[in-house]
């Protein structure tokens, strides 16, 4: 498996959020406290889930949050935070809900850059005992350690 | 045959599925062309096969290309699958 190198701040572990709308800005908090996106891209990826629905679902309990570069990106970043209480997305095509714990919060520059951080999640996901794994961390600590 | 991943912006999960239906194909050696596009742009573009994610897929369903629903869009298993049951149904 490919590794993905992150320092520790892009690691985060929360107990719960409010909402997917408060599970979105705390994903994206250390992208904006390092100044690699502005608070337009994280609106930008809430008003496109609004419009486009939850698209932001790639694998039974991940979810990608993500806008286009051109909606506030600064500087490549990737945060991966675990909830350990589910998030609820609504899905008003079909009226039922589903729900992640994991959030990774993407931010590209361009294409390739956009590719290389997509391979190294895509290794990361494709494994669903570490989406179990990470899903079961009691602490930050603990996540850390997967991460490591 | 030709191969249309798709999500809500054509720039995310649908890329990701793309890698991983693209390395599916090459191990199979089928012959196939994946693209990658947003929900808006995939009903024009013609194609044999849709791969999406549950809620596109109902959207997109009774078009002229097959769709299968995927969960994890880095599961080449669940890619492969998908494909093998498209190619059997075309087979028959």
């Known amino acids: ?148 | 045959m030709k191969i249309l991943a798709v999500c809500g912006m054509g720039f995310g999960s649908s890329l990701m599925l793309k890698m991983t239906a693209d390395r599916v194909i090459q191990k199979k050696g089928i012959q196939a062309e994946v693209e990658a596009t947003d929900i808006g742009t995939a009903e024009s573009v013609q194609a044999d096969l849709i791969l999406t994610n549950n809620e596109f897929a109902s959207q997109l369903e009774g078009g002229r290309s097959a769709v299968k629903a995927i969960m994890n869009m880095a599961s080449e298993d669940e890619v492969a699958k998908a494909i093998d049951e498209f190619l059997e149904e075309t087979n028959k």
């Open chain 1, 1 to 148: 498996m490919e590794e993905i190198k992150l320092d520790k701040q892009f690691i985060q572990w929360e107990k719960q959020a409010d909402n997917w709308m408060d599970a979105i800005r705390i994903s994206a908090r250390p992208l904006l406290q390092e100044k690699k996106i502005t608070t337009d891209y994280v609106e930008a990826m809430i008003t496109n889930i609004k419009e486009l629905g939850p698209y932001i679902l790639i694998a039974p309990l991940v979810a990608l949050p993500h806008a286009r570069p051109e909606q506030g990106v600064n500087e490549i970043g990737l945060s991966v935070t675990v909830f350990q209480e589910p998030v609820f997305f609504d899905k008003p095509e079909t009226g039922d809900s589903s729900e992640a714990n994991i959030f990774i919060c993407l931010a590209a520059k361009d294409s390739e850059s956009h590719l290389d951080l997509l391979k190294k999640i895509s290794s990361l996901i494709e494994n669903e005992e570490m989406i179990t794994k990470m899903r079961n961390t009691q602490s930050e600590e603990e996540l850390h350690q997967i991460f490591a």
